[in-house]
């Protein structure tokens, strides 16, 4: 129901279920299996360490339990650990797998692929390249996009390029998602020319990035410092459906990274909600409150709670910051947004009677 309505879990409500199931020391295969596609993306409020973390507990447990795990199981995790960015021994997962009595599919083998080249390690990509070639599986275009991760996570633009080419003369053709990789290692090295450019040579090759792929390059280019190629990437943002939900995953990942500034430039970009009287809604609440939780320093929280207010996105957003304050804690913030209130309150009634006290 929690990702059905906000795209997003809360840690400590899956850490309560994976009590329960230690506590029954029941849980059935696919509930495990739900349990682990939890462990990534949905939670964003996470540092990855902590991610790879609870999906580790998780796995364990499972294990423990003697829970009977099939190639899906193992799929998932990987699909975890490569959202996580968790580093791990690829061949090692892999016989380990094979040890258990699980057949890897070619899936497996293409997530494997994959993990060696989110860290630009071509010769480990080349190993699972050959084994793949030994089994006869298909080499298909998903492979090729994997190689030019590799290149792109490295910054060898030339090498992903002369991949590019070599698909189009084995007869794939390149697609979004095969440039999306040579985009996110634009976005990581912030190569702000390139990607410009590069966005102008794709529209004229009809080519179209969806929301969540473009979120996918800001956010690494936000974690790796280049605010420039943030602002590019964001111009580009069609804000279709859903556009939202994808703010908030990403603002708060971006929080929990310290990569405040760039989180809140997501936020001004989203599209306004609208309450049940045709007014529009006050925005901005769980941005303020993550910074909180996260120990944001008081002076940008001050700082973003006067941008909120001066831009008429939340009047309330020093209120919101006070009472989140005293949600995680944070005694150290409540005489800096006291101050505030009296100061830029004096028009309301709870400013005046604040404004009024010695």
């Given at each position: 129901m929690d990702l059905s309505k906000h795209g997003y879990l809360n840690r400590e409500d899956l850490e309560s279920v994976v009590k329960k199931i230690e506590k029954n020391k029941t849980v059935s295969s696919s509930q495990g299996?739900?349990?682990?596609r939890c462990c990534g993306h949905f939670l964003p409020e996470e540092l990855l360490e902590e991610r790879n973390r609870l999906v580790n507990k998780i796995w364990a447990l499972l294990l423990n339990l003697e829970v009977p795990l099939d190639i899906t199981h193992y799929n998932s995790l990987l699909r975890i650990y490569l959202e996580n960015e968790h580093s791990f021994n690829p061949l090692k997962f892999l016989s380990t797998a094979i040890e258990r009595a699980?057949?890897?599919?070619?899936?497996?083998?293409?997530r494997l692929l994959i993990a060696y080249?989110?860290?630009?390690?071509?010769?480990?990509?080349?190993?699972i390249l050959n084994i793949m070639k030994h089994k006869e599986l298909e080499i298909d275009y998903r492979v090729f996009n994997a190689i030019v991760m590799g290149h792109s996570m490295m910054g060898d633009w030339e090498g992903a390029n002369n991949v590019i080419s070599s698909m189009s003369n084995i007869g794939l053709s390149p697609d979004a998602d095969?440039?999306?990789e040579l985009l996110?290692?634009?976005?990581?090295?912030?190569?702000?020319?390139?990607?410009?450019?590069?966005?102008?040579?794709?529209?004229?090759?009809?080519?179209?990035?969806?929301?969540e792929d473009l979120f996918a390059a800001l956010y690494k280019a936000a974690v790796h410092g280049h605010s420039e190629a943030v602002d590019i990437l964001l111009s580009q943002m069609k804000k279709k459906r859903n556009y939202n939900r994808f703010c908030v995953n990403v603002i708060l990942q971006l929080i929990t990274q310290r990569k405040e500034d760039e989180a809140f430039k997501i936020l001004l970009s989203m599209t306004p909600n609208k309450t049940?009287?045709?007014?529009?809604?006050?925005?901005?609440?769980?941005?303020i409150r993550h910074i909180i939780k996260m120990d944001c320093s008081p002076d940008k929280i001050v700082e973003f709670c006067r941008k909120l207010?001066?831009?008429e996105k939340n009047s309330r957003a020093?209120?919101?910051?006070?009472?989140?304050?005293?949600i995680f804690e944070k005694t150290e913030l409540v005489d800096p947004l006291l101050n505030e209130i009296k100061d830029s309150g004096r028009n309301n009634s709870l400013g005046s009677i604040l404004a009024s006290q010695p």
């Open positions: 299996l739900y349990l682990i699980i057949q890897p599919d070619r899936v497996t083998y293409q080249c989110q860290k630009g390690d071509l010769e480990g990509a080349t190993k095969t440039y999306k996110n290692g634009y976005a990581k090295f912030g190569v702000c020319f390139a990607i410009s450019s590069s966005f102008e040579k794709w529209k004229k090759m009809n080519l179209s990035f969806s929301d049940v009287d045709g007014k529009v809604a006050k925005s901005g609440r769980f941005f207010v001066h831009s020093f209120l919101i910051a006070l009472e989140a304050a005293n």
